[in-house]
C-alpha cells in the first residue's frame, strides 16, 4: 500500500467520552435532560450537524443554535477524557505508506486534537466534514488523494471503525480494515479485514504497511 486513509474518532483517538459531555451539555442548556452515553455514540459518524439534529430530535430547540452551543463546548473541552488508542503514537511512524486522515469531524477540531496529542507530523493531509463538497459514505475524499498523489485504487486502504468508512471505501474501490476496538463494535458491513487493537495494522501481510527500518535510517540521512 503507498496510501493509507484513517478515520479519526474510534480509530485514532478514543474522543467519545468528551462528545458524550459536550451533547449533554447542550440538552442542559436548553432545558432537556441528559442522553445516556450509548444512545449519544450511536449518534456519532455523520458530522457535527447529524449529530444535532439527532440529540435534539423531537425537541423545539433551534438546531443551529444547539449546533452552536456543542461545537463552543468540545472545542473548550476537547481533551478532558480523551485519548490516543494504545499504541497509536508507536505504531503511526512504521507505516510506510503517506498517511492521511478523512473524518466527518470539523478539521479545525482535528487540527487541535493532533496537536495537543502530537501526532499532527504524522499526516501528510487532514480532511474533516467541512474540506469536501461531500462527507463519508461519499469517495470524493478518496478520489482526491488517489488523484493528489497519483496512487491507483489498488495501492490505497482505509482504516476506520464506522460503517460509513468502509462503506466509502467499496464506492472508491479501495481496501478496508474495521477497528473491532472503538465506538461501533464489530463489523456488519465487510471490510477486507479486521483488528482488535491498532498495533496489529502493520502486520497484515497482503498490506505491506511496515516501514523498512534500512530505508528509514536513510531517509533521515535526506535521501
Known amino acids: 500500500m503507498k496510501l493509507i486513509i484513517f478515520d479519526f474518532d ?6 467519545r467520552q468528551d462528545i458524550i459531555v459536550a451533547v449533554n451539555y447542550a440538552r442542559t442548556r436548553f432545558g432537556l435532560p441528559a442522553l445516556d452515553d450509548e444512545e449519544i455514540t450511536s449518534m456519532v459518524g455523520d458530522g457535527i450537524s447529524s449529530l444535532t439534529r439527532r440529540a435534539f430530535s ?13 461545537f463552543t463546548y468540545y472545542r473548550s473541552h476537547p481533551m478532558d477524557y480523551a485519548r490516543p488508542y494504545p499504541e497509536v503514537a508507536e505504531t503511526l511512524p512504521l507505516i510506510k505508506a503517506i498517511r492521511t486522515i478523512i473524518s466527518n469531524k470539523p478539521v479545525s477540531l482535528i487540527r487541535m486534537l493532533l496537536g495537543l496529542t502530537k501526532l499532527e507530523s504524522y499526516f501528510d493531509f487532514v480532511a474533516g466534514g467541512d474540506t469536501f463538497e461531500a462527507r ?4 470524493m475524499g478518496v478520489h482526491f488523494l488517489l488523484d493528489r498523489y497519483s496512487i491507483s485504487r489498488d495501492e490505497a486502504v482505509m482504516v476506520g471503525d464506522h460503517a460509513p468508512d468502509i462503506e466509502m471505501a467499496k464506492r472508491a474501490g479501495i481496501r478496508s480494515v474495521y477497528c473491532n476496538y472503538g ?8 471490510a477486507d479485514f479486521t483488528i482488535d487493537s491498532f498495533e496489529e495494522l502493520v502486520n497484515i501481510p497482503e498490506l505491506n504497511l511496515r516501514r523498512n527500518p534500512d530505508c528509514e535510517s536513510i531517509r533521515h540521512l535526506g535521501f
Open 10 to 15: 474510534g480509530t485514532l483517538i478514543d474522543t
Open 58 to 70: 423531537g425537541t423545539s430547540v433551534d438546531l443551529s443554535e444547539a449546533e452552536k452551543t456543542i
Open 136 to 139: 463519508k459514505p461519499d469517495p
Open 183 to 190: 465506538f461501533f463494535g464489530k463489523d456488519t458491513v465487510g
